[in-house]
């Protein structure tokens, strides 16, 4: 059964720095594009970043680029989110998500964690 | 961007009836659309992607239809745990981009 934990999300104030991670099984890891996604209190949802199955490709959302770096390490199965110079508006539940098997849809995702940029 | 839009934001139904919901690209897109559906305390779950190729799991009375600009997600004979948020997404281009989402509630 594939599985994605995220973790690491809490309140931090604006201008501060958070890492998240999202823990995968139940599938290789390492053969998977994996993907950042976040949904702010009642608003839809949006995609924040890409990583490929080995890092080579990775993209950002314009919300995000240069302030937010995405990671992986295949060896310990687990996806990363490097949030630096944070904003309210960062605000949102962070979803970590797995690419589908050829293409750019998202064919798994965790429950998500909670991200509160306030002061 | 590709802005996609899901004109209804709410839809009631009945148990038993068909609905469909729809999702428009602003530019065309092929078929590189998915559906998914959220159900509270439940993480997402993808439903159909390819416009219309069924996700493993996902049941038959669900079908997705469309190319370039319109898209329709059927759910024939609707069961109790149908009803929840369904999002539709285009992975044409990035960035990749979601409708706003059609809550589908029992009447």
């Known amino acids: 059964e594939v599985q994605l934990v995220e973790s690491g999300g809490g309140l931090v104030q604006p201008g501060r720095s958070l890492k998240l991670s999202c823990l995968a099984s139940?599938?290789?890891?390492?053969?998977?594009?994996m993907n950042w996604i976040r949904q702010a209190p009642g608003k839809g949802l949006e995609w924040v970043a890409s990583?490929?199955?080995?890092?080579?490709?990775?993209y950002y959302a314009d919300t995000v680029k240069g302030r937010f770096t995405i990671s992986r390490d295949n060896a310990k199965n687990t996806l990363y989110l490097q949030m630096t110079s944070l904003r309210s508006e960062d605000t949102a539940l962070y979803y970590c998500?797995?690419?589908?098997?050829?293409?750019?849809?998202?064919?798994?995702w965790g429950q998500g964690t909670l991200v509160t940029v306030s002061s | 961007d590709v802005q996609m839009t899901q004109s209804l934001s709410y839809l009631a139904a009945s148990p038993g009836e068909s609905v469909s919901i729809s999702c428009k690209a602003s530019?065309?897109?092929?078929?590189?659309l998915a559906w998914y559906q959220q159900k509270p305390g439940e993480a997402y779950k993808l439903l159909i992607y390819?416009?219309?190729t069924l996700q493993s799991g996902t049941p038959s009375r669900f079908s997705g239809s469309g190319s370039g600009t319109d898209f329709t997600l059927t759910i024939r004979s609707l069961e109790p745990e149908d009803f929840g948020l369904y999002y539709c997404?285009?992975?044409?281009?990035?960035?990749?981009?979601f409708g706003s989402g059609t809550k589908l509630e029992i009447k």
């Open positions: 990583i490929s199955s080995s890092s080579s490709y990775i």
């Open positions: 530019k065309s897109i092929s078929n590189y």
């Open positions: 997404q285009q992975y044409y281009e990035k960035p990749l981009t």
């Open positions: 139940g599938f290789t890891f390492s053969n998977y594009g």
């Open positions: 390819s416009g219309s």
């Open positions: 998500a797995r690419r589908g098997y050829s293409g750019n849809w998202f064919a798994y």
